[in-house]
């Protein structure tokens, strides 16, 4: 019962502080068995959810990296999302258990989408008996050549244009 009051907490507080996201599944096109990648991958759906920002001050990374080959972007966020919320909006649908290293989250205030890099799911704290949250480390997302058809133009729009004008420099 305690365990209970506690999820239903946390997860109500995600939703007051909280911002509305879409998380991006990744579904795998031709994928290499021997190196266990996959070239070209599709994002056909997008599923709205709350997501915590957990680093306030901002973006971490190394932010704007310039090399000799150019400008590079380094931002990293951290989001936190209820277990019980997504294992109902989203787990249940796509038949996963977790976020997926490699799926992406759109994060519409500043219009830029996320690749999750890491998802802390065993914290070796139990401050609360057990875990009610999923960490998701995510890093900007770089095009690369993806198919974008989620049915929210937004990104479709945006990120198919980008990946058009990928496949034309190639």
Not at 82 to 93: A, L, M, N, T, W
Not at 146 to 159: A, Q, R, S, V
Request: aromatic share 16%; hydrophobic share 35%.
């Amino acid at each position: 019962m305690e365990q209970d009051l506690i999820e239903s907490l946390v997860t109500e507080s995600i939703r007051i502080y909280g911002q509305d996201m879409y998380y991006l599944p990744r579904s795998l096109v031709n994928k290499d068995t021997l190196y266990q990648q996959d070239t070209t991958s599709e994002f056909n759906r997008a599923y709205l959810m709350e997501f915590y920002i957990k680093n306030v001050e901002g973006f971490q990374g190394q932010g704007d990296f310039f090399s000799k080959f150019g400008v590079e972007i380094r931002d990293r966020v951290t989001f936190t999302c209820s277990r019980k919320v997504f294992d109902e909006e989203i787990g249940s649908q796509e038949s996963i258990t977790r976020p997926n290293e490699g799926d992406l989250i759109y994060f519409p205030m500043n219009g830029k989408l996320f690749e999750i890099k890491f998802v802390e799911h065993e914290s070796i704290f139990y401050q609360l008996g057990s875990l009610q949250t999923f960490d998701i480390q995510c890093e900007l997302y770089e095009n690369n050549n993806d198919d974008f058809n989620t049915g929210i133009l937004e990104i479709d729009d945006k990120y198919t244009a980008i990946s058009i004008a990928y496949r034309d420099w190639e």
